[in-house]
């Protein structure tokens, strides 16, 4: 009977390794592919070096909270944000995103351990007299069952797979930062819709109280006439301008039909749904004020910001792992089965297999495809530079942008409604020297007009300045704050130099 073959000793296993790394360290002091002179200077910029201290004055105020349409005092505008961000396909895409990232994350870091596989194969063969085989096989038919179990395993010692699952948790990072700027833009662009649709009710009942004085200047140029004191010049003026306002109506009821439509269509449902919304009651809001320290919190405030820099270090990561190419790899593996014709012998001792080995893979010569790579992926983080310095200017300045109009329109409004209450006097005045005779029709239309254009102009920069304040909400973040979350990113640019034998840095 045949002799169990012993188990290998430790050292024998460990050989192959050591083999291998002595060849790798021979391999690297002959000189190979290296990525010498490749580098980047880009670095992401604080906000401290932009000049905001006039634009953006400290003023003691408070970011703005996830509750922030609670202030407009509108009960059905909070509930209306909450069905838009629970039903609507944008945030399903945003969500989407992040599952497939996540599932990338998990492929890459599988790439850390050892890989372990087992298989069974069984076949019938008819095998030639006149090859290896000899009788009794040779001539005959025979089978063969074989069973095999084998790992293998990448040791990673310059940390190429574990800058790629950096890198893929990054963008991880970067999908929910991405989710979390599609919620707040789903949320004001709600609330911005909404005010659209309250502007649209005040101007409609703004030309329902312009038909009545229409009307009225009607009435009166009838009873001018009769009475000899108009002609029927006058009172076909009189009939046109009434019938130009029932005009108006009707393109008013048209144009909020329309933005029901869009309000439906924002909420993740049908038109029809839009047309069940109730007519807004806005209030005016909080008063307007910054907070301190402003530049420096808006980093973590604006979830475009935050998606930005883990765009950064997703690419920094992506630099470390292209320079990792170009150091040897080392690969261990490892069998184990047995192998025999036919059934009889295949469970015995004597049909068992086993390998072990090691293999080393150096570049020594690719034409430059591992520079041309590097070189891609460092674009990959000057254009990540760029795109995090672009979005913080941008942010800056819509804050700024915001604030200002703010406050002209604060200013604005003060003369429009000194100039309405003016208007509306004037306009009453000349109804009331029509009526007697002494001024004539045209004088009353021209009052009446200028009146209109006032008050017009008063809703419309009320409307304005309500979504002046929904959009410095969305420029201040809209209520995020990647402090609270998992998404709250470091200081400084991302490292892209090459941590070697620390792959976790």
Known sequence: MKAHRPLRTISAWMSPLAAAAAAAAALCLAGCVNYAGIKSNHQI??????????????????????????????????????????????IDE??????????????????????????????????????????PIGGNWASENTVLAGASWDLDF???NHQRLKEAISDQNVAEAEMEAVRVSLATSVASTYNELARLYELRDIAANELKNREEIEHITNGRVNAGLDTNVERQTANGDTATIRSTLTNLDGQITTVRCQLGALLGAGPDRGLAIAVPTLGNGAAVSLPDNLPADLISRRPDLVAAYWQVDAAAHGVKEAKAEFFPDINLSASLGLDAFGWGRFLNSSSRQIQAGSAVHLPIFDAGA?????????????????????????????????????????????????????????????VVRYRSGLNEQLQVLNADDNRLSAEQVVANLKMDR??????????????????????????????????VLHPNK
Do not use: C
């Open 94 to 135: 945003a969500r989407a995103r992040i599952d497939k990232a996540t599932a990338y994350a998990g492929s890459a870091k599988s790439a850390l351990y050892p890989n372990v596989s087992g298989s069974y194969s069984f076949s019938r063969n008819l095998y030639s007299e006149n090859t290896v085989y000899p009788a």
């Open 158 to 160: 310059w940390g190429k």
């Open 370 to 430: 591992l520079r041309s790579q590097l070189k891609g992926r460092y674009a990959d983080f000057d254009y990540g530079v760029a795109n995090y310095n672009k979005t913080l200017i941008n942010a800056l300045s819509e804050v700024a942008t915001r604030v200002t109009l703010i406050h002209s329109t604060d200013k604005q409004l003060v003369d429009a409604q000194a100039a309405l209450d003016a208007q509306a006097k004037a306009y009453q005045l000349a």
């Open 466 to 499: 309500r979504n002046m304040q929904v959009a410095l909400i969305k420029a201040l973040g809209g209520g995020f704050d990647a402090e609270k979350t998992e998404l709250a990113t470091q200081s400084g640019t991302p490292d892209t130099s090459l941590s």
């Open 45 to 90: 910029e604080e906000p401290a070096k932009y000049e905001t201290q006039q634009s953006l004055p400290a003023e003691g105020g408070k970011w703005p909270s996830l509750d922030w349409s609670e202030q407009f005092g509108d009960p059905q505008l909070p509930k209306l944000i909450d069905e838009a961000l629970k039903g609507n396909p944008s």
